[in-house]
């Protein structure tokens, strides 16, 4: 479960059960995925492979490693970033995210913290839910069967 506190600026700080210095996610990510996952980034629709990622298995979070979503709840949305109606329990977090004058929800990894994408009210059954993913902050295990 995060934590909640308040830096000095007045900002609030989440605390999350795998925390790094910037420097330590530097060492560990790629440019993009750091600036997905600990930048709120974006990545261009269209470029991540795990878009068209079909064989069965496990989306993980590229930054901890926590498994996210499984393959039966991934769909073709058309958008060009790979799309989920529904992640485990427990495996992500939500935030409001008021950036670019919009309202949206933002989608974080509940055990780093870092950025995912976003969720829309515009899925599939039975969520009803689209969970827009960027790829590059996911990566894929397939199943061993």
């Known amino acids: 479960m995060a934590l909640f506190g308040k830096s000095k600026d ?12 910037a420097a330590e996610w530097k060492a560990q990510l790629s440019p993009a995925a750091f600036t997905v ?3 709120h980034g974006t990545e261009r629709a269209g470029t991540s492979p795990l878009n068209g990622e079909k064989r069965k ?17 991934k769909f073709e949305s058309g958008t060009g970033w790979p799309s989920f109606f529904k992640p485990l329990d427990g495996a992500i977090a939500t935030t409001e ?7 949206r929800v933002e989608v974080h990894c509940s055990r780093c913290g870092g950025h995912l994408g976003h ?3 515009d899925g ?5 839910e689209r969970y827009c993913m960027n790829g590059v902050s996911l990566t894929f295990e ?3 069967a």
């Open 10 to 21: 007045a900002q609030p700080v989440e605390h999350f059960p795998v925390e790094k210095t």
């Open 57 to 73: 298995g496990v989306f993980h979070c590229a930054g901890c490693g926590q498994a996210l979503f499984t393959s039966d709840t």
């Open 119 to 121: 969720v829309f009210p």
């Open 142 to 144: 397939p199943d061993n």
């Open 37 to 39: 996952l600990r930048e």
């Open 97 to 103: 995210d008021r950036s670019y004058f919009m309202l």
């Open 124 to 128: 599939p059954r039975p969520t009803g």
